[in-house]
């Protein structure tokens, strides 16, 4: 971006006593302007022109320098470009720098105290959390006195008053950003039902010890761009039975009743066709992965057995953190090896995913997971492809038959990719937690994996979810996909898959979500 005499627009932060400057680009995201803030340029000291070189490099003191630079920076970013929000909507917790940013101008402008330019600051403000976790985001004190020693005095604030804002009441030793967020915003949104329930839980003490009286956390449940995730040879089939402008009215339940006028094979044939291609992706990037290693020629040969699109099959692609449970249904390996290899009626997995560079242990489980795959009977029957995409997550949710998650609980949010799934006729079966204790219907459009239980022994736990996963794929799941007619159509699945499409389209996608955000939150 350039200013009005045609010179590239910069803004100044300091960061730990030092000045760093930032450039700014302008992208065109649709019918949306995206800004970012770009810190490799000349004038800046080496190490800061790397603050903006990664995004999950696993050191505090990166990730502090980024914060400051995208909360106070944007800030001032707006203000260079003669943008005044109506409402600052923070997304998570790393922006909320910003809510300080904004009270120290108010405060250069209208003098007074902190406590005088609160209602303007929260007046135009609004915090979505994202995590369920007691800790969620906080910095050292330490660390924040290093960044911030010379911020709180034109805060008007002394060190103490200044932590009290990031104070937590579960460690006294560090400063929580969703602390800071709760209390210079207007209002705070989890994203999903049971996020919110769990949110306002965790920060129950916060709201106690204010005097003013706000409502607790409340929530929006997360909606997926349908447009972006349908598969063009499906959109085409809901043009002809939904009608042209089905993807305009995305939230009326009417509009995807008309789902039940598809026949049967016609579903299902464009399905089969969507899997197939599935198929044929994975096996090419397990081929070149395999070459890439100089794996023997046998176990390259063997890629050629690898999956079949007559098959039930399994998917699951996600970032391999340690919550997810990525190997949970590898509990009982010679259980799962004799359900995946049964002559009858065989089941297979597609897995993909990655870890975040410092994640050893998300790491591992990749690793474990590979190893496994090898084994004899299985190596025919389970996939991973590396190195996880947009690309590879797309063909993914055209393609799967049903959709694993098997998060911990309550530590999924919302999670979003079990509904493009659903838009696209595949069945989920996973752990009731975010999203899906609001979409699950019993005995209709999916099935559930485990019992609830909040308190439950982790060890406990994850062994009645295996156990749970693997009885209901056994006696139900499997049953239903392979009880087919005399022109291989199994209607009891296809049913399945409409309800699903049926039953999640209409409320899990992002123009609900949009309006919801919009009604709710952005003109109340
Ligand atoms: C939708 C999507 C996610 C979110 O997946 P969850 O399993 O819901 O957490 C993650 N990564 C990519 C590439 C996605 O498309």
């Not at 730990?16 to 302008?26: E, H, I, L, N, S």
């Not at 602390?179 to 949110?199: D, F, I, P």
Request: glycine residues 6%; aromatic residues 10%.
């Amino acid at each position: 971006m350039c200013n009005e005499h045609g010179q590239r627009l910069k803004i100044r932060v300091t960061i730990r006593q030092r000045m760093v400057k930032a450039q700014v680009w302008q992208v065109q995201v649709g019918r949306s302007l995206l800004y970012l803030l770009d810190t490799d340029i000349i004038e800046n000291d080496v190490d800061d022109q790397q603050i903006t070189a990664q995004l999950y490099s696993g050191d505090p003191h990166k990730q502090l320098a980024q914060e400051i630079l995208l909360g106070v920076g944007g800030v001032r970013m707006l203000q260079a470009l003669g943008i005044e929000p109506a409402i600052y909507h923070l997304n998570d917790v790393h922006a909320a720098f910003a809510l300080l940013e904004l009270a120290r101008f108010e405060l250069d402008q209208m003098g007074g105290t902190l406590a005088d330019v609160t209602p303007y600051v929260c007046d135009r403000t609004l915090f979505t959390t994202h995590t369920p976790v007691p800790t969620g985001q906080v910095f050292s004190l330490a660390m924040m006195d290093d960044y911030f020693v010379d911020y709180w005095p034109r805060l008007g604030l002394d060190r103490a008053e200044f932590f009290a804002l990031g104070a937590q009441s579960s460690n006294p030793d560090v400063f929580s950003m969703t602390a800071l967020a709760l209390q210079l915003t207007r209002s705070a949104n989890a994203v999903s039902k049971r996020h919110g329930e769990v949110s306002s839980q965790l920060w129950q003490n916060l709201y106690a010890e204010r005097s003013e009286k706000k409502a607790p956390i409340g929530y929006i449940t997360n909606g997926i761009h349908s447009r972006s995730w349908i598969a063009p040879l499906l959109e085409d089939l809901y043009q002809d039975y939904l009608g042209k402008h089905w993807a305009e009215r995305l939230s009326d339940p009417d509009i995807w009743s008309k789902i039940e006028h598809i026949p049967d094979e016609r579903l299902w044939q464009r399905h089969q066709i969507l899997k197939a291609r599935l198929i044929a992706y994975t096996r090419d990037r397990v081929l070149k992965a395999r070459r890439e290693r100089k794996e023997c020629s046998d176990d390259i040969k063997a890629v050629e057995r690898l999956l079949d699109p007559k098959v039930l099959t399994l998917g699951f692609a996600r970032r391999f953190s340690d919550y997810k449970r990525s190997d949970l249904i590898f509990r009982d390996l010679s259980r799962l090896t004799r359900i995946f290899s049964n002559q009858k009626r065989p089941v297979q997995l597609i897995l993909a995913g990655k870890a975040r560079p410092n994640d050893t242990a998300g790491k591992r489980i990749i690793q474990r997971i590979t190893e496994w795959s090898c084994h004899p009977d299985l190596r025919d029957r389970i996939a991973f492809i590396e190195d996880y995409d947009m690309y590879t997550a797309k063909l993914m949710v055209q393609g799967i038959d049903l959709w694993l998650n098997t998060p911990r609980r309550p530590l999924e949010a919302s999670g979003t990719s079990g509904q493009k799934v659903a838009l696209n006729g595949g069945i989920n079966f996973s752990v009731l937690d975010g999203w899906w204790c609001e979409g699950y219907k019993p005995h209709l459009n999916g099935w559930a994996i485990g019992e609830d239980a909040e308190t439950r022994d982790q060890e406990v736990q994850d062994t009645i979810d295996a156990e749970s996963f693997y009885a209901q794929l056994e006696r139900d799941i499997v049953r239903l996909y392979y009880d087919c007619d005399r022109n291989h159509i199994p209607h009891g699945w296809v049913k399945r898959m409409k309800a699903s499409i049926r039953t999640i389209a209409p409320i899990f996608n992002s123009d609900r979500m949009v309006s919801d955000y919009v009604n709710q939150l952005y003109i109340s």
